[in-house]
């Protein structure tokens, strides 16, 4: 992990097209203001992690489906 210092007002910059700036700092929270190109997803670890645990459970809940769809069904013989 690359571990850097900067004041408030001053930014980093990522892969030419990214830019993080701290725009204020209040005791021990630091507010972050980050310049993205559109196609680029920005969120909170805390959301990310939220969303993929989404996608997961969707994922499963649909192989779920597909393989009971595909499963032999059980039916009683006609007298």
Do not use: C, F
Request: aromatic share 2%.
């Amino acid at each position: 992990m690359l571990v850097l210092s900067r004041k408030k007002n001053e930014s980093i910059i990522i892969d030419d097209q990214i830019v993080i700036m701290v725009v204020d700092i209040r005791g021990d929270r630091v507010r972050l203001g980050i310049e993205a190109p559109k196609h680029v997803t920005v969120h909170r670890r805390e959301v990310y992690e939220m969303i993929q645990a989404d996608k997961k459970r969707a994922q499963e809940s649909t192989d779920t489906e597909t393989a009971s769809d595909s499963a032999p069904s059980e039916q009683t013989p006609v007298k």
